[in-house]
């Protein structure tokens, strides 16, 4: 069965500073992984994806993300934090034969100090 | 840039009372889903919707839901007898394709449902 964990259900950073969000996913078949990103009082923003391509994805505004198979780990990078990066990010999942069927993690909050 | 939109943006009901939230996926995407956020928790997979159909759906779904595209562009989710427990935000997705092979869910910007 599926399933996504994220450490940290709350991270700051300082502006400028790195960004990392932890995911680790449970699958029995290579899955397929998302970020997505919830701003306030919005919907669901689609970061980046991997769908079995390039090991290490880049998505919007900066992120990048690398699929490490041997660690079942996904996590999110940004190189220098932005203000308007502060959110709620998802880490999510799916796999055959429901590729339809998204498995989201609990989600971290990530706070940009100024 | 096509969008989902959702209506309404909150919906505040009594317990017991039936209500109906409305989707209007993008216009040439042939699935359809329902998600379900309750405050302070996870996103949470409902039911995906092709051809008029039910292709799966979670153990959340249960008698008292219900899905419907009644006509070319609307998809509504119906809950029949809320619960205090159904409060939560729900998001309305769509895709060109599904199945084997990936397909970009877009998501709304989901209806705040409040039972009181």
């Known amino acids: 069965a599926q399933s996504v964990t994220q450490l940290g259900s709350h991270v700051s950073v300082s502006e400028g500073a790195l960004v990392l969000l932890r995911c680790n996913y449970s699958?029995?078949?290579?899955?397929?992984l998302f970020w997505y990103v919830q701003y306030p009082n919005q919907g669901l923003q689609l970061l980046l994806k991997?769908?079995?391509?390039?090991?290490l994805v880049k998505g919007i505004n900066g992120f990048e993300a690398e699929f490490k198979k041997s660690e079942t780990s996904f996590h999110l990078t940004k190189p220098s934090a932005h203000m308007s990066d502060a959110a709620e990010y998802f880490c999510?999942?799916?796999?055959?034969?429901?590729?339809?069927?998204?498995?989201f993690g609990p989600g971290t909050s990530l706070s940009v100090i100024p | 840039e096509p969008e989902v939109t959702q209506t309404p943006s909150h919906q505040v009901t009594q317990m017991g009372q039936e209500v109906i939230l409305r989707c209007v996926p993008i216009?040439?995407?042939?699935?359809f889903y329902w998600y379900r956020q309750i405050l302070g928790q996870k996103v949470e997979f409902l039911v995906s919707?092709?051809?008029?159909?039910?292709?799966?759906k979670s153990e959340i779904f249960d008698d008292q839901f219900s899905v419907e595209r009644p006509d070319g562009s609307n998809f509504t989710l119906k809950i029949r007898s809320t619960k205090l427990e159904d409060s939560a935000m729900y998001f309305c997705?769509?895709?060109?394709?599904?199945?084997?092979?990936?397909?970009?869910?877009?998501f709304g910007p989901g209806t705040r449902l409040t039972v009181l």
């Open positions: 997705a769509s895709s060109e394709g599904a199945g084997s092979s990936y397909n970009e869910q877009f």
């Open positions: 999510a999942v799916s796999e055959i034969p429901s590729y339809d069927k998204v498995i």
């Open positions: 216009s040439n995407h042939l699935y």
């Open positions: 919707f092709y051809n008029n159909e039910i292709s799966e």
């Open positions: 991997y769908t079995s391509a390039a090991t």
């Open positions: 699958s029995s078949v290579p899955p397929y």
